[in-house]
């Protein structure tokens, strides 16, 4: 059975830190790129960051130096470590397929940035 399931969301202060985790089943994770999108109210979902197989990554420019996308094999889980929080990063984050997600969607996991 396929699944998503996202984790590590709350509420912090500008500045700090929280850290994601997803933990998908084996036939979503191997092989693929995996991504973490976020939706934040009255927008579209976006692609923030993505994790290759072989371990190459892409961010978008405004998590770039901030988030760090990383991945464990032998779990099946991705994992987004996020500093210097700004409120714009507060958001539902998810993480699926990268680029051309699949239907199926998780959760997600709340993060709210905010003093």
């Known amino acids: 059975q396929e699944q998503l399931v996202e984790s590590g969301g709350g509420l912090v202060q500008p500045g700090g830190s929280l850290r994601l985790s997803c933990a998908a089943s084996e036939s979503i994770f191997s092989s693929n790129a995996m991504g973490w999108y976020r939706q934040a109210p009255g927008k579209q979902r976006e692609l923030v960051a993505v994790?290759?197989?072989?371990?190459?990554?892409e961010y978008v420019d405004s998590v770039k130096g901030r988030f760090t996308i990383s991945r464990d094999n032998a779990k099946n889980t991705v994992y987004l470590q996020m500093n210097s929080l700004k409120p714009e990063d507060t958001a539902v984050y998810y993480c699926n397929v990268a680029y051309v997600p699949m239907d199926f969607w998780g959760q997600g996991t709340q993060v709210t940035v905010s003093s």
């Open positions: 994790i290759k197989s072989a371990g190459g990554t």
